[in-house]
């Protein structure tokens, strides 16, 4: 099993949808969790960190589930502009554990 | 300010090459990073400077050499590279404290090409 592991996608929905995607963990330890956001040839930017009360900015909600391990995005309303692939990041709480990337969520909206 | 600048933006190396790939940050970090990105594929971690100290190298081939000269600077020096190495170089930074783990702010990469 992948140490990170997001479901590639591709998510194509029209625009105003809502959509959301998930990205499981497998270590119980892990400490800190984002979203980024990666445009074709681009780099990533960061969307949100994920807080164990959750999280909203604008149109978009994170959610951690510490139980089941995962974290979630969800975005309403979406925009053309939201097409991206949607990277996870999970670390550990100690300086020597890893920074894991997940593969990402390529997602496409629609007119 | 959020900026985190890389030079070049674009290099074409030969494998009998020595190049060196910059990055540069004023927002007060003292963490910074490189990664190595292919198509189609996550960022993968190569080197962590925490506090100027190199804190973290993930295994990566001794033909790629970090130094960081300061706490805004970060340089990655690439000699004799394999055309497998051609990706896009990212640099990254990050408040750095202990055991928390802070958000990380890309630069725009360096697409490297290795003939």
């Known amino acids: 099993r992948k140490e990170v592991e997001q479901d590639p996608g591709p998510f194509n929905v029209p625009e105003g949808a809502t959509v959301a995607f998930n990205c499981t963990y497998s270590n119980s330890a892990s400490q800190s969790f984002f979203w980024y956001r990666q445009d074709c040839r681009k780099e990533p930017k960061l969307l949100m960190s994920?807080?164990?009360s959750g999280n909203e900015d604008g149109r978009f909600t994170a959610q951690l589930n510490r139980a089941s391990q995962y974290i979630s995005l969800l975005i309403r309303d979406s925009k053309l502009s939201d097409s991206a692939t949607y990277l996870c990041?999970?670390?550990?709480?100690?300086?020597?554990?890893?920074?894991?990337f997940g593969s990402g969520t390529r997602l496409s909206i629609r007119p | 300010d959020t900026e985190v600048t890389q030079t070049p933006k674009h290099l074409v190396m030969g494998m009998t090459n020595k190049k060196s790939l910059k990055c540069e940050q004023h927002?007060?970090?003292?963490?910074m990073y490189w990664y190595k990105q292919k198509a189609k594929k996550p960022p993968e971690l190569m080197f962590v400077y925490s506090y100027e100290k190199l804190s973290i190298n993930e295994s990566v081939p001794s033909r790629f050499s970090p130094e960081c000269p300061n706490s805004s600077l970060l340089n990655l020096h690439l000699h004799a590279l394999q055309p497998e190495d051609s990706a896009l170089y990212l640099c990254?930074?990050?408040?750095?404290?202990?055991?928390?783990?802070?958000?990380?702010?890309f630069g725009p990469g360096t697409r490297l090409t290795v003939t």
């Open positions: 927002m007060g970090h003292r963490a």
């Open positions: 994920v807080y164990s």
């Open positions: 990041v999970v670390k550990g709480y100690s300086s020597a554990s890893k920074i894991i």
């Open positions: 990254a930074s990050s408040q750095a404290s202990g055991g928390t783990f802070y958000e990380q702010y």
